[in-house]
């Protein structure tokens, strides 16, 4: 049995271009989530709870090259594993910065 993690992701950008990124819901089934809830909605930045098999980072590459303006900030985590994970995207470049306690 796979022990889904627990994922936050925050898309920071210009307000025009965050709605646009919003409006277009085909992110959200390609990202291939469970349990989706939306936890902040500003002009310039949403964020949402969702849960995935595994960290999203081919998703998030794809998405933040197709979307230049923004900023992909996930983090998760998954306690059975004692894992915790953070990624930030932008323009098609990852930083992933894992730690297992």
Not at 64 to 87: I, N
Request: glycine share 6%; charged share 30%; with cysteine.
């Amino acid at each position: 049995m796979t022990i889904p993690r627990v994922n936050r992701l925050l898309v920071v950008g210009p307000a025009r271009t965050l709605r646009a990124f919003v409006r277009d819901d085909r992110w959200m089934r390609g990202l291939g989530a469970r349990s989706f809830d939306l936890l902040e909605c500003a002009p310039s930045r949403h964020a949402w709870q969702f849960e995935t098999d595994a960290p999203p980072v081919t998703w998030l590459r794809r998405e933040s090259r197709g979307w230049p303006a923004l900023v992909f900030v996930l983090d998760y985590d998954r306690e059975a594993w004692r894992e915790k994970g953070l990624l930030k995207a932008r323009r098609g470049r990852v930083a992933h910065h894992r730690v297992r306690y």
